[in-house]
Each structure stands twice: as C-alpha cells, then as structure tokens.
C-alpha cells in the first residue's frame, strides 16, 4: 500500500480516521526517507498484526518514520520495540532507568571510538538464517542482478519479490529488492517515478528489519542521488554503508559513480579501485572504471580497457555506450558510429538505430559536421515522438556551436525533469558552455558547483 487512500482502503475506512490511529494508537505506517511526509507506505502483514493487536504500538508515542533524516543527512532508524519494558509498572524503574542510561553511553562511546578510528560498525548480532528455498531464491537473484540485462533484472525482481513474500523479515531480501529497482530505472526498463519511491521503501524496509543493514543505506544512497538529487545525503549514506560493510564491491562501485558525476576525480578513481579488488570479476566495475577514468582525463587508459571488453562481452551495453562517447569526443566518426549503433541493438532502441542512420548518411554526404547536423535533425523527431530526451540534443547542438540551442534544450531538459541532465556538469560535450552564465545557472540549479570558467 503506496498512499493513504489505499491504506484507509484496506480497513474500509477514510482517510482522516487512519491518519488519526497513526497518530493516536501506533498504526504501523512508514515514511519514504527525504520525502514529505504525506508520502507513506504500509504493509499488508503490519497491518492486520496491529489489528489484531499482536504487536500494539507503545501509547505514549505513535510510530516513528522508517529512516527519517537526522541532522547531518544520516538517517535515524526506530528503536528496538519498547512496549515490554512499558508493562513495568513501577517495579525498579529508577534502577532500570540508570542502567539503561549506562548501557547508551556506553554504546554511544564505543561508537565514537570506532569512527574516530574509521574502523567499520559491528552490530554484533547474530547472522539472520531464512529458509533454504527462501535462500537459494535470494542468491538467484543475485546472479540475475549481475548481468545487467533486461531479462536478467525482470528476473531478479520476481525472485526477490517472491524471497520478501515468503520472508518478511529477510532484511537483505529487501535491501537486493531496492537494487533492482534502481538498476531497472537506470537501464530505463520503468519509470523512474515509479522504480525509485519502490527502491527507497524496500531499502526502508531492510533498514527496519535491521538497523545495520549496509545494503540498505546503500540503495538509500543511490535514489537519494539519482532521483532526489539529495548528494549531500546521498554521500552521507554511502560513508554509513561503507563503514557498516567495507567490504562491500557493490557499495564502493555506486559510490564511485556518484563522486564522478558531481565532477570529482581522484575520489572516484580510489572508490573504483576498491571495488575492483573486491569482486575483479565483475564486468560492469571493470566498464565503469574506464568510464571514471575517460572523465579524469586518462582516455587512452580507458580505451584500453573497454576495446577488448567489448570484444569479450558483446552482449554488454555500457562498453560500446562508452566508446560511442569516447568517441563523439575525439571526432572519430565511423569508430562512433559503429559503437553507438551497436549499443543500440543491444538496448533495443529503435529511436537510437534511426538516429545513427541519419548520422551515417550525414557523414557520408558532407563528413563530421553533416554527421551532427543529421544527427540532431533525427534526434528532434525522436524527441517530437518522446523517444529521445532533450537532453541529447543539447550535446549534439553543443558539437555544434549552437550553443543558443544547447541551452534551450538543456532549459527543457530540466523542466521534464531528464535523469540524463544529472550528467551536465561532466559531459564533455558542454566544454565550449563552461563559461556561458546561462549554462552555469543550469549546473548550479542541479545541485552540482560548476566547473572554473576559462581564464578565471
């Protein structure tokens, strides 16, 4: 239940009585982290444990928010359930005061110990051990989430969408359930409106589960990024997750990602490297960290890697989406071609393979430049049809020299709302706009400082 229609809904009520049992009687509801607070979801099982009262909520509070935001962008995750220790009706309740009051400062010291130390944060707890089918369903899914195929990442979202429905409480489920709602949103397979609300209230579900769940705070961390432009936040996030699982390829990869976007560059070259020597094998660390390195100036180093990857894995988008873009950059329009067309054809984008026909007849009939003219006439029908952002049409009208143009369309951009603009303040095809006030006020308008301007 994703709002409070279908909650109230669900009792048969409307909705200012189950906004009053929240408030009033502890109705399990929970808050999309960052999010106003009209944006709650609730599940079915919470719901009928409290209205059978199986689990009442303590009387004195009503239920907190699942990882609400605390003062410096980390979010505060609810407290373990307190309604036992409430029942003491008298019995030693200064002496369970003080103890308790011990056992925090106690716990509040080790922990600032550990962080001053930079040491990761151990819970301490004992290892959760759901049931082998539920299991092996969570580990197949998994694998299907490495592929970073369409197939692969509809697969995986059933599996984990089955492993939570057996499992409730299986916090990881949960966490690898909000995975996969990013990634689908990445390789553009649902709505990003839709896939990054569902990624953030599975992540705040394994949160719930498990206060120390690293996998949790750090799906947080990437829709929090890519969908709130919350970078602060988001930077937060990954530096909790990190810290409660260094060990973590996944965490260090996503990190990586984000710190290249914002436009840094030996940070993202470091986190990249982690998370190669943590999992060498993956194929989507080893195409991202030619892509990191192509925005940190080392492109013959990032062709190296992505030339023969794209050899060896030719059902793998992002190495010749990479070399398209490496490409476009150098002018070397046939290697261009041949690679944007190819990434095409693995994505399925009929729009992209029109675009790089009419690319291909420019070049033909008037070289480099007749290529981008073709190019951005067949993005504009692509555009007019909703299959092509305004986005890219601003990098191709940037190529050339219409930088009138590329503002346009990056201005519109903005106004839909383009997951691709968050690449504004390094696409290299904006070079030539660095110092226009106009393309500077979009790039702070994003969230991003932009870049020095020539000659300041």
Known sequence: MNDWKEIAAFFGRDERT????????????????????????????????????????????PATETAAAGPDGTPRVPAADTVGASRVAGFHRPALLIAGAIMLFAVVVIAGILSMRDAPI???????????????????????LETRQASGLNR??????????????????????????????????????????????????????????AGGYAALAFAAFYWDKDFAGSRALFERAIRLDPGSAQTHHWYALTLMVAGETERPLSEIAKAQELSPESRSILANKALILFHAGRVDEALAILQPLAEAEPNLRSPPEYLATIYLDQHRWSDFL????????????????????????????????????????????????????????????????????????????ARRKEDDLLGVRVDPAFRGLRSDPRYRAIVEAEGFVPTQAPGS
């Open 122 to 144: 151990l819970p301490g707890r004992a290892a959760y051990r759901p049931d082998p089918k539920v299991r092996d369903l969570y580990l197949d899914a998994v694998y299907y």
């Open 156 to 213: 995986a979202m059933q599996l984990l969408t089955e492993a939570t429905t057996l499992d409730p409480g299986y916090a990881d489920a949960y966490a690898k359930l909000a995975d996969s709602y990013n990634m689908v949103s990445q390789f553009t397979l649902m709505p990003a409106r839709d896939a990054y609300p569902k990624a953030e209230a599975a992540a705040n579900r394994a949160i719930a589960l498990d206060p120390h769940n």
């Open 338 to 413: 041949r690679e944007y067309r190819m990434a095409a054809v693995i994505s399925g984008n009929d729009a992209r393979q029109a675009i790089a026909d009419a690319a291909e007849k420019g070049l033909d009939d008037e070289g480099g430049d007749g290529l981008l003219k073709a190019m951005l006439a067949e993005q504009l029908r692509q555009y007019q049809r909703d299959r092509e952002p305004a986005y890219k049409l601003a990098t191709t009208a940037a190529m050339l020299g219409r930088g009138d143009d590329a503002i346009r369309y990056l201005e519109e951009s």
């Open 18 to 61: 189950v906004r009053r049992w929240e408030r009033q009687r502890g109705l399990p509801v929970h808050r999309i982290s960052g999010g106003a607070r009209n944006l709650v979801f609730a599940y079915a099982d919470e719901l009928e444990r409290w209205l059978r009262g199986d689990s009442p909520a303590p009387e004195e509070a």
